[in-house]
């Protein structure tokens, strides 16, 4: 399987709810991020994203490192996904949904069927989450 590289937060509130957004023409939610441009890393890629996608304005030093996790893709069939994670604060008045988001959530813990997930989430990220 082609593999897709991305940066993903996992950002949690001081309700302890995770935030999962919903890119247009899709129906699955995730973790907000994305894909790297040239010569970024994944920390720099993830800041990137997180102002284009949420309008949230964070330093690399606010992330957290978590790791790498493999799952498969869910909007490109045959593909995986390996997504280096960070966690990160934010509340729900520091986000806005922008650029290619259709949608955002925040979901509190246990609540993994409220909408329907990517599998990196479902596995491995939202599971963090909550830990």
Known sequence: MPDIHVS???VVDAAGRALVVRKRGT???MQPGGKPEIGET???TLVRELEEELALRIDESQLRPLGT???AA????GHRVVATAFAVHAEPSDVVVQAELAELRWLERGELDAVP???LSEEHLLPIAWS
Not at 74 to 77: G, L, T
């Open 42 to 44: 994944p920390a720099q």
């Open 117 to 119: 997930l990517a599998p």
């Open 27 to 29: 129906t699955r939610f």
């Open 74 to 77: 869910a909007n490109e069939p």
């Open 8 to 10: 993903a937060a996992v």
């Open 69 to 71: 996790f493999v799952s």
